[in-house]
């Protein structure tokens, strides 16, 4: 069965920096568009980062431009985002999600990716 693993969340403090790594298993991962969404304590998820399958194309939320850095090595089966200059507003469960589309185009709906990941914490302390 597919699984999406995500690591490297946990506490750091404003201005920090912190590298998420997504694993994929139980399926071909270079067929697969890649994203990274979040949940911020009482508020809804929302869409960080997108990756198309090959790498070529890469979006990132306004909120997060400058700062976050999504890529994926798909000799690994890993898709990344790097998070630097971390602030407080950062602070949400980090979901890594799997959409079997082929294309240019970044995927920022939610609904349109079929596998997620269980979630890392992230807490960016002031």
């Known amino acids: 069965q597919v699984q999406l693993v995500e690591s490297g969340g946990g506490l750091v403090q404003a201005g920090g920096s912190l590298r998420l790594s997504c694993a994929a298993s139980?399926?071909?991962?270079?067929?697969?568009?890649m994203a990274w969404f979040r949940q911020p304590p009482g508020k809804e998820r929302e869409f960080v980062a997108g990756?198309?399958?090959?790498?070529?194309?890469?979006y990132h939320a306004d909120s997060v431009k400058g700062r976050f850095t999504i890529s994926r090595d798909n000799a690994k089966n890993t898709v990344y985002l790097q998070m630097n200059s971390l602030k407080p507003e950062d602070t949400a469960v980090y979901y890594c999600?799997?959409?079997?589309?082929?294309?240019?185009?970044?995927?920022?709906?939610?609904?349109?990716?079929?596998?997620w990941g269980q979630g890392t914490q992230v807490t960016v302390s002031s």
């Open positions: 999600a799997a959409s079997p589309r082929k294309g240019n185009l970044v995927i920022t709906f939610a609904a349109m990716y079929d596998y």
């Open positions: 139980g399926l071909t991962f270079g067929n697969y568009a």
């Open positions: 990756i198309n399958w090959s790498g070529g194309s890469t």
